[in-house]
């Protein structure tokens, strides 16, 4: 099973990351069993569940984008212009 990162899991709310834990859980135990035909299809159920977190990722690293411009053209060091 392939975990998601640190940042994506930190956004999922309480509710996703519990689902989250038993997929991989499961997703676990049928890898021991060599039942990776099954673990499979956990593994898209949990590609499905982190989808909103890492959209969340996305919006918060725009912000950011947004404030680091918006701090550099409030210092002068970048022209209005140059956005």
């Not at 038993?22 to 949990?46: I, T």
């Not at 912000?63 to 209005?80: C, K, P, S, T, V």
Request: negative net charge.
């Amino acid at each position: 099973m392939r975990h998601c990162s640190v940042q994506v899991r930190g956004l999922l709310t309480r509710e996703e990351l519990e689902r989250y834990n038993a997929l991989m859980e499961v997703g676990r135990f049928l890898e021991e069993q060599r039942r990776h035909d099954l673990a499979y299809h956990v593994q898209r159920e949990v590609d499905i569940l982190i989808q909103p977190a890492i959209e969340r990722l996305k919006a918060k690293g725009k912000q950011r984008d947004q404030e680091n411009l918006r701090y550099m053209i409030d210092h002068g060091l970048l022209d209005a212009d140059e956005e």
